[in-house]
T-cell receptor, first 113, second 115 residues
Framework: AQSVTQLDSQVPVFEEAPVELRCNYS??????LFWYVQYPNQGLQLLLK??????LVKGINGFEAEFNKSQTSFHLRKPSVHISDTAEYFC???????????FGKGTMLLVSP | DTGVSQNPRHKITKRGQNVTFRCDPI?????LYWYRQTLGQGPEFLTY????????KSRLLSDRFSAERPKGSFSTLEIQRTEQGDSAMYLC?????????????FGPGTRLTVT
């Protein structure tokens, strides 16, 4: 069965600094990969997804992620963060053609002025 | 497109009571998912429907939990004889078919507190 590891529970960063949120997965079959963002008291919003093709995926709000099959990673990056990016970020995987998602525990991104 | 809606947004109940939550998916989506999210954790899959058929259930879905989607539109999730461990956020999501099935749209969730 697949699993998702988000090593950092919290990432503090100053406004306009770059950020990387790490995600590693384990699976014995082909996977699709996703990043979701959750603002306080709201549902999850899809940031970006990797289904196939180019391993560098661009999403909304200036975020991008790179699929690395050999390292089984899908790290999320943004070159310059804003205060409004403060939220919880979840990495998720679906495996082998199934559409149900397995999520990591989340990383809280804390952007301060 | 008004997005996925869930009602109620908050529910406080006493242990042993039954509760029912409703999810209205995006109108053209024929897949509907339920997830549960506890504090400090990511969402965990509970069950999903394609149209009115319940195609998959997680081992997390004990026999006190039942979900329905009678006409392939809205869905209900019922928890019988609630326990304190059922306190969580219950999230509903919907998606289309084919490659669109991998893009799930989430509702705001129903937060359940069992006292």
């Amino acid at each position: 069965a697949q699993s998702v590891t988000q090593l950092d529970s919290q990432v503090p960063v100053f406004e306009e600094a770059p950020v990387e949120l790490r995600c590693n997965y384990s699976s014995s079959v082909s996977v699709y990969l996703f990043w979701y963002v959750q603002y306080p008291n709201q549902g999850l919003q899809l940031l970006l997804k990797y289904l196939s093709g180019s391993t560098l995926v661009k999403g909304i709000n200036g975020f991008e992620a790179e699929f690395n099959k050999s390292q089984t990673s899908f790290h999320l990056r943004k070159p310059s963060v804003h205060i409004s990016d403060t939220a919880e970020y979840f990495c998720a995987v679906s495996e082998g053609g199934y559409s149900t998602l397995t999520f990591g525990k989340g990383t809280m991104l804390l952007v301060s002025p | 497109d008004t997005g996925v809606s869930q009602n109620p947004r908050h529910k406080i109940t006493k242990r042993g009571q039954n509760v029912t939550f409703r999810c209205d998916p995006i109108s053209e989506h024929n897949r509907l998912y339920w997830y549960r999210q506890t504090l400090g954790q990511g969402p965990e899959f509970l069950t999903y429907f394609q149209n009115e058929a319940q195609l998959e259930k997680s081992r997390l879905l004990s026999d006190r939990f039942s979900a329905e989607r009678p006409k392939g539109s809205f869905s209900t999730l019922e928890i019988q004889r609630t326990e304190q461990g059922d306190s969580a956020m219950y999230l509903c999501a919907s998606s289309g078919t084919g490659l669109n099935s991998y893009e799930q749209y989430f509702g705001p969730g129903t937060r359940l507190t069992v006292t």
